[in-house]
């Protein structure tokens, strides 16, 4: 990619076997409190939080800094509370009353093909800001337009489709990842990513830690 683009981070817990939930009808807890918090350090510290639509209607996250003081120390620096949120998504079907429309007082940014943009607009037009980014959607042009809204620094917490496209085009900083001590077990489950070609090359380990029971790995792309 050769235009701007933010710096991106991407998140994801995952069970020993790889998967991100089950499929049950509550999403799967894999992260500990001391997990979860410190992804609340880490939203603190972005400008954007992207997931996929799938996820939205999935999981319906709130995708706001939970602690008082960080939200508080954001706004000290001059930014909102909590990180703008991004969304992808092909076909613009999103419910306007999901958490991501109507938790926080923070910008929504829905990106969808350029086709889609009218029916999405109609959809959540009066809760997000929908904007074409190409036929079919083309995630350059979603890191580019976020870099020229000011996002220096994305974190990209899901699902698998996302993941997956995000790591195949190249488009990835950093990967954090949680590793539960426990198996899913399940093939009709979501895994944290799906075949594809990824680029060939061997991510950096930056880090191995032990959080609790929870395995944190962080790799660097370059
Ligand atoms: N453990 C974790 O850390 C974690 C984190 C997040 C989510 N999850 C789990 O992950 C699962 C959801 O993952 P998922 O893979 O189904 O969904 P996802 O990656 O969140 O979203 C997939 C959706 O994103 C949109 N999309 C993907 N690629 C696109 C492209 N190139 N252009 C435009 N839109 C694109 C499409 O939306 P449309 O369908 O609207 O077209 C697609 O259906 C849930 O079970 C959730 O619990 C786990």
New binding site residues.
């Given amino acids: 990619m050769s235009q701007p683009r933010p710096y991106v981070l991407l ?4 069970s020993m076997d790889g998967f ?2 089950d499929t049950g009808p509550t ?2 807890v ?2 500990s409190p001391a997990d979860f918090d410190e992804i609340d350090q880490i939203r603190a510290g972005v400008d954007a939080i992207l ?9 319906n ?1 709130r995708l706001l800094v939970r602690s008082e003081s960080r939200r508080r120390e954001r706004e000290r620096r001059g930014l909102p509370a909590s990180p703008a949120k991004v ?8 419910d306007p009353d999901a958490a991501f429309f109507t938790a926080g007082d923070v910008e929504r940014l829905v ?3 350029d086709a889609a943009v009218a029916a999405t607009k109609a959809r959540v037009g009066a809760v997000a800001t929908v904007i074409g980014a190409g036929e ?2 083309a ?1 350059a042009s979603v890191l580019a337009d976020l870099h020229a809204r000011g996002c220096g620094r994305l974190l990209v ?7 997956t ?1 995000f790591l195949t085009e190249d488009a990835v900083d950093e990967v954090r990842l ?1 590793v539960a001590p426990f198996f899913v077990g399940d093939a009709a489950a ?1 895994r944290w990513v799906s075949p594809a070609a990824f680029p060939d090359r061997r991510l950096r380990l930056a880090e191995a830690r032990a959080l609790g029971d929870i395995a944190v790995l962080r790799y660097l792309a370059r």
């Fill in positions: 998140s994801a817990a995952v991100l939930d999403p799967l894999l992260s997931v996929g639509a799938g996820t939205v209607r999935a999981d996250p969304t992808l998504s092909t076909t613009g079907e999103l990106y969808v093909p079919p959607l995630l917490e899901g699902g698998g489709l996302v993941h496209l949680a979501p």
